[in-house]
């Protein structure tokens, strides 16, 4: 429930139109205030650090931690300097923990006022239902995607476990290889959301035992579930793949003939193929496994 209201909202939250705050009063969280700022760091002002006119919302942490909390309380007209302290480590190494003030103008007040979810809303967004329509094909969305979520840690428990009790020599070349594959797929991740390359190798160089661990944990996963295939013959079959393709047409409304398409090489194929027999793998070992409910906090906090 709580992420059907938060999914409500955030729909809510991108068609909100920002409006003049008329009453007289403080600002309060969730206010867009209009402020003209100014830094100062050891006295001198902070090159980058002014502003005019700029539009913060108050609550988003757009700033660094306190600044928006020291315009709570200010009213339209106030002059206050906010005192601060950059945080450490900061971005600009030369800043990190150092104190800084900031000579801060409110110079007006919005608000966000947020539209109902009604039809006109939908229609907005491209979605072609009524309201409890929309609801009701949300909240199956949500679900199905919770329980993808608890299937793809059941499945990975499973194989842990698997692991665990059935372990296999790993050839040191294959684990090298797998070990590079897992820190190049790390490094296009981290530098798509900013991380510098220095970061990047200080932070392989303390993981690099997991990354190892984890590289082996899957060869020697995959090495069991191609023997536990052979032993059962749980290999995918051509049935299996149209069976596979004709689902991700219903899910996509996508044609097979399109699907096929995208799929129509000899890695994505085998991939594609690697995952149906897994699939059918896993399927077979859950029939003969003991199961147990565990709560589902439990779970998150062991994910973590």
Same mark, same amino acid.
């Given at each position: ?10 729909? *809510?939250?991108? *068609? ?19 402020? !003209? ?20 919302? =108050? ?11 020291? %315009? ?52 907005? %967004? ?22 993808? *979520? ?34 190049? !797929? ?12 220095? !970061? ?18 899957? %060869? ?9 295939? %052979?032993?059962?013959? =749980? ?36 991939? =594609? ?21 565990? !709560? ?9």
């Amino acid at each position: 429930d709580a992420q059907f209201e938060q999914t409500i909202n955030n729909i *809510r939250q991108s *068609r909100a139109k920002t409006v003049d705050v008329l009453e007289v009063r403080p600002a309060q969280i969730g206010d867009v205030a209009i402020i !003209d700022f100014e830094g100062f760091v050891d006295g001198k002002a902070l090159p980058g650090g002014t502003g005019t006119d700029h539009n913060l919302e =108050l609550g988003a942490k757009q700033f660094i931690e306190g600044f928006e909390e020291g %315009i709570v309380g200010m009213n339209v007209g106030d002059t206050k300097t906010i005192g601060l302290n950059f945080p450490d480590p900061y971005h600009s190494a030369e800043l990190s923990g150092k104190p800084v003030e900031f000579k801060t103008i409110l110079k007006s007040l919005k608000k966000k006022v947020m539209p109902e979810l009604n039809e006109e809303l939908l229609a907005e %967004i491209g979605a072609k239902q009524t309201v409890e329509e929309f609801k009701s094909s949300l909240r199956k969305d949500i679900d199905s995607t919770e329980q993808k *979520r608890i299937d793809e840690a059941f499945k990975n428990r499973l194989v842990k476990k698997l692991v665990m009790e059935n372990p296999v020599q790993v050839p040191a070349s294959l684990l090298k290889e797998q070990k590079a594959a897992l820190i190049e !797929d790390f490094k296009k991740r981290m530098s798509e959301q900013g991380m510098q390359e220095g !970061d990047f190798a200080d932070y392989v160089q303390k993981w690099d035992g997991d990354f190892a661990k984890t590289a082996s944990e899957m %060869i020697q996963s995959s090495f069991l579930i191609d023997k536990l295939a %052979i032993d059962h013959n =749980l290999a995918a079959t051509d049935a299996d793949m149209d069976a596979k393709f004709q689902e991700f047409a219903t899910q996509t409304g996508m044609e097979i003939a399109r699907i096929r398409e995208w799929y129509d090489s000899a890695d994505k194929l085998s991939r =594609l193929s690697y995952s149906v027999t897994e699939e059918k793998v896993i399927k077979m070992i859950t029939a003969k496994a003991t199961v147990k409910e565990v !709560d589902a906090k439990l779970l998150k906090e062991e994910q973590n």
